[in-house]
């Protein structure tokens, strides 16, 4: 396998997690530091407690900023907001297994789009569900909290987050697919290292990484740029295969 870089891990800040009452300018300093895409929660309020952002604030910030759209759907009504996502303009689409009585048949309403399409699993939720989705994925978002508010400050990432990113790593590598392996909950400085040196690839980053307080955006890169490094360099002496 070739050796991979830290440029090869994508950064996706969430957008709940910017300053909502200065989008613009907040997204304007996320072009500026340099990211890969905006993780965008859509949200419904049933399936979880929350509801940050409007269809239509979303599609007003469209018009705003050339960076990728990664949108995870958080619904009991998966087909409908994802329909809304791709009218939008996206890049990527997430939706969860544990809402949906046809995954295979979203999966290709998505791709159809020539839209990446994602699966995305709660903690407890059994990498068995994706074994005959495995091979239609370009990408696994695997949540290491339970959704809920992005404000509470008290909930740790679960204990088997590495382990299950490993699993997942292997379970691609037997297969033989490029799935990629998005990770999203309590994505730290701490944590980081154990989560890239297991296979994760994409990270999308909230209060505890790029928006941590008492730095710069710009420091808190530099200190992820960092930490995925020491993750790479795990994962390549421990003879996990860098593929990305």
């Not at 799935?179 to 040196?197: E, K, M, W, Y």
Request: net charge negative.
């Amino acid at each position: 396998m070739s050796k991979r870089t830290v440029a090869d891990v994508v950064l996706s800040p969430s957008l709940m997690c910017t300053d909502l009452l200065s989008l613009s300018d907040s997204v304007r300093e996320l072009e500026e530091i340099g990211v890969d895409a905006l993780h965008i929660d859509l949200i419904d309020s049933t399936f979880s407690p929350s509801m940050p952002l409007g269809l239509e604030v979303i599609r007003q910030l469209r018009e705003k900023t050339n960076l990728d759209f990664d949108i995870h759907i958080m619904s009991m009504n998966n087909e409908w907001f994802i329909k809304q996502a791709l009218d939008i303009g996206v890049r990527r689409v997430s939706f969860h297994y544990e809402t949906s009585l046809h995954p295979d048949r979203l999966v290709n309403l998505i791709k159809k789009q020539k839209v990446e399409a994602g699966i995305a699993l709660n903690p407890a939720t059994s990498l068995r569900s994706l074994d005959y989705l495995l091979s239609s994925l370009d990408y696994v978002l695997l949540m290491l909290i339970n959704p809920g508010f992005a404000s509470n400050k008290d909930e740790q990432q679960v204990p088997y987050a590495e382990d299950k990113v490993r699993h997942l790593h292997a379970r691609i590598a037997e297969a033989g697919t490029h799935t990629a392996i998005q990770v999203d909950g309590r994505v730290s400085f701490a944590t980081i290292p154990g989560l890239v040196a297991a296979g994760a690839s994409n990270l999308v980053l909230g209060s505890t990484g790029l928006f941590f307080r008492g730095a710069t955006l710009m420091e808190n890169k530099s200190q992820l740029n960092e930490k995925i490094a020491a993750g790479l360099a795990q994962r390549a002496k421990g003879g996990v295969a860098c593929e990305l």
